[in-house]
RNA sequence: GCCCUUGUAGCUCAGCGGUAGAGCACUUCCAUGGUAAGGAAGGGGUCAUCGGUUCAAAUCCGAUCAAGGGCUCCA
């Protein structure tokens, strides 16, 4: 088994990185229970218990860990919490913390510790009890407040002095929705005041950069009440979005891959052959008409599979490639919209590739390449997760067995690192999946690539194999980008913004000192846009600093100032959004430097100016790990 | 869907019981100014929507819609 630890630079803005990050260390540790950061915040949580149990003396008590920027602690309580609250609350942990109470550690028998919760009337913790092997349980007890806790703690109290209360939330009793909603407080602890004033000027920072943010402030998209959970593209952003459409289709082009599209509206009879109706009907918008019920398409895969069966097919044209971006629409709860990156319409960089097994390994390794350049193209660093065969797996187990090999030896062969989650592939194959970290640190999983033993039995697809039998084909289907929209936001996060020249909606802006400028202003502009650039000029009566300062703001790449100098000379003074003032050039050497970077995709942006920072690692498992650890 | 928070001009926000304000943006005028904000004047809001309390509601209450943070689910 790979793993990733010895990664460098997964990027992350939570986390000092000079003089020991608090969090890798953490990350680095993730079997050291010992770590003092995570006893600050586990303690800092059971601080934060007490005080709630003085301020709501029925409060019953859940679990209360320290997680990768923090910690919780969920509470049933008799009324609501808001962040009002916060103020007391803190004021109570504070005197907790200055009264320097030890953390005193004692081994009960389950029969004790049951006596106990059961006369305090704690249904949770008892039902934790039950699900604990050992006979004996581990309890702590700070002050008044005695906790149900695998530990371990600081000494006392008084280590815990930096701490913050930052969102309350509600959260299922063990997260699952049929069980009791439970009210979430959220906070983070450090060693350092300095920490702690860092990591919130991080999460400032990184408020700021922001898609939604960015998404207006920049004229590239907005939302509207008129359709919740839809991006509007503005003119600039549409740009860049068909840019990066351009880019997954000349790609697609390269690899030999077909395109095809097809309507977004279908009988709903579609979506019953292919078990999505089943499985999937929830999150599909249908209604009435003409006597027939009808939906819009969640994906692609249905009439894909169409396609293929829309004649005889050869093994000669396997592996056939198939792409599609078609319009997607999902019924998502409302609670669950998020700007671009959760959404009810998307676009998909979607394909399904037709192969027998054969043709497996070779095919992945053609695809870890395409995402490998893909990520690369914008500096994204990535982590793999290979998922194997679940319990309730459909197919022949040899195929499955076979075809994870397969998988198996393309990540090997091509020399990448990989976690594998067993079982937890779907019940129609394994797959691979590829997670980005954006730039506030949250994990997006973009691009897929699945295997599918069972959609092509379901629409009853075959091709006549080489000794004239009709075999049944695998599918894989893949994304690289995933969702467009998604893609996007999370480039724009990444970037700041900053998009590389070749994507930026306007990609030259000429500006001018007074008026007289005007003419050869434009014969500049002009002889531009003959290349294929995107270049506007400026000739509003403003000052040059202003004009300057509007540009950059808008983040265009390249800002010509033009006054008598420049007219007199036939040159351009040139300042670029990275590099800052670069003196004059010749119009036409700039546009053949343009021209150049556009063509080769160049990034030329300053990743490292967006105010990102290394960390050493820092994954998910190990998160849901120290979850699981605190109880 | 559930919990908490929020919803005032294009943007950022103030006002929090006596029927709307600022900065930026926009329009016009003056200024023609060399690398991140020149000056002046002006236009623009049924204060998310619907209902209630009140002599009086942007302000208090309720419902709805939407957004944000979570839970859940996923691309």
Request: proline share 4%; net charge negative; with cysteine.
């Amino acid at each position: 088994m790979h793993t990733l630890r010895d990664r460098p630079g997964i990027r992350s803005i939570f986390g000092p990185t000079a003089s020991g990050c608090a969090m890798a260390e953490v990350a680095s540790n993730p079997d050291d229970s010992k770590d003092q950061l995570y006893r600050i915040r586990h303690s800092t949580a059971h601080i934060l218990a007490t005080a709630i149990q003085q301020m709501f003396p029925d409060a019953r008590f859940a679990i209360g860990p320290p997680i990768e920027d923090g910690f919780y602690y969920d509470f049933e309580l008799p009324r609501p919490i808001s962040p009002e609250d916060f103020d007391e609350i803190e004021g109570r942990m504070r005197g907790i913390v200055n009264r320097d109470h030890d953390f005193v550690h004692e081994t009960w028998s389950k029969e004790k510790a049951r006596e106990y919760f059961d006369e305090r009337d704690e249904p949770y913790k008892l039902e934790l009890i039950e699900g604990i092997e050992d006979d004996e349980v581990s309890i702590y007890t700070c002050g008044d407040f005695t906790d149900l806790c695998a530990g371990p703690h600081v000494e006392s109290t008084g280590a815990c002095q930096h701490f913050k209360l930052r969102k309350v939330a509600g959260a299922y009793w063990r997260g699952d929705e049929n069980n009791p909603m439970l009210q979430r407080i959220y906070g983070t602890a450090f060693e350092t005041e300095d920490e702690l004033e860092q990591f919130l000027f991080m999460v400032e920072e990184a408020k700021k950069r922001d898609h939604r943010k960015l998404g207006v402030d920049l004229d590239l998209f907005r939302f509207d009440d008129r359709s919740p959970g839809s991006v509007f593209w503005m003119p600039r952003g549409w740009t860049a979005y068909r840019e990066l459409k351009g880019y997954f289709r000349e790609l697609e082009e390269d690899n030999g891959y077909e395109e095809i599209h097809n309507p977004m509206l279908y009988d709903k009879e579609l979506f019953e052959q292919s078990g999505h109706a089943e499985h999937y009907g929830e999150n599909m918008f249908t209604f009435e008409a003409h006597d027939r019920e009808w939906c819009l398409k969640p994906m692609n895969c249905p009439d894909t599979m169409v396609y293929f069966g829309t004649k005889k097919r050869s093994y000669r044209e396997l592996p056939l490639r198939v792409a599609e971006f078609g319009d997607l629409h999902r019924n998502e709860l409302p609670g669950t919209l998020s700007g671009a990156t959760r959404v009810r319409h998307f676009v998909q960089d979607d394909a399904h590739i037709f192969l027998d097994e054969s043709h497996l390994e070779d095919e992945i390794g053609l695809l870890l390449d395409m995402v490998d350049r893909t990520f690369k193209l914008f500096d994204l660093r990535y982590d793999i997760e290979l998922s194997t065969r679940p319990d309730d797996f459909m197919g022949d187990e040899q195929l499955w067995d076979e075809a994870e090999d397969s998988l198996k030896a393309a990540l090997e062969s091509n020399n990448k690192d990989f976690e594998i989650h067993e079982g937890d592939g779907a019940f129609y194959g394994p797959k691979i999946d590829f997670q980005v970290r954006d730039s506030l640190g949250r994990s997006w999983q973009c691009a897929t690539i699945q295997l599918d033993f069972q959609l092509p039995r379901r629409f009853d697809l075959t091709y006549t194999a080489e000794d004239n039998t009709e075999q049944t084909p695998i599918v894989i289907h893949r994304a690289i980008a995933g969702s467009m929209e998604r893609f996007f936001a999370i480039l724009v996060e990444h970037l700041s913004g900053a998009l590389p020249t070749w994507m930026a909606p306007e990609q030259v802006r000429i500006m001018t000192i007074t008026d007289e400028e005007h003419d050869y202003a434009y014969d500049v502009a002009e002889m531009l846009q003959e290349a294929d650039i995107r270049a506007e000029v400026d000739i509003r009566s403003e000052k040059i600093g202003y004009k300057i300062r509007e540009a950059e703001t808008m983040k265009v790449p390249y800002m010509l100032v033009i006054g008598g100098d420049e007219v007199e000379d036939g040159t351009v003074s040139v300042r670029s959004y990275t590099e800052g003032r670069r003196g004059t050039m010749e119009p036409e050497e700039l546009r053949d430097e343009i021209v150049k970077k556009i063509e080769t995709r160049a990034l030329d942006v300053d990743v490292e100016r967006s105010g990102l920072t290394d960390i050493a690692e820092s994954h998910d498992g190990e998160g849901t790990e120290m979850e699981e650890r605190g109880y």
